[in-house]
């Protein structure tokens, strides 16, 4: 008579290789943040960023100044380099939309009455000095 033995033999399994899909990146932090509660006073971690507050939106603009009036904006450039507080042409112009804005009706008339009305708009090329003109057809 043959004994048996009572020792149990590991199950053998067979390990098939599973095709993986592609990795996709999870966005961890918007799932833990929309599952949370929110808290309800604003954690202080940026306190330079929330000082400072957002970038205004800047606008690019072009215009027309007679020469004489143009070189006024150089003058006054001089003028705050030699008062230690230098200044782009633009840092002046809105500085002076701030000094306008300030003034009272009547002030505000009487600043535009003093400044001339001029045609607007790009010379035409009747208008365009012949050295332009010139330096142009040279370069085809």
Partial sequence: MAVASKVKKPA????????KAPAKPVKRAAVTTTAK???????????????????????????????DEYSVIETLKKRAD????????????RAGLKVLA?????????????????????????????TKTAAKATRK
């Fill in 12 to 19: 053998v399994t067979e390990t098939k290789p599973v095709a």
């Fill in 82 to 93: 030699s008062l230690a507080q230098p200044a782009k042409k633009s840092e002046l112009l």
């Fill in 102 to 130: 300030g003034l009272s009706d009547a002030a505000l008339r009487t600043a535009l009455q003093a400044v001339p009305s001029i045609k607007t708009g790009r010379p035409t090329k009747a208008e365009v000095p012949a």
């Fill in 37 to 67: 509660a929110k808290p309800a006073a604003p954690a202080p971690a940026l306190p330079a960023k929330e000082a400072r507050g957002k970038k205004p939106k800047l606008v690019r603009d072009s215009f027309t100044i007679p020469k």
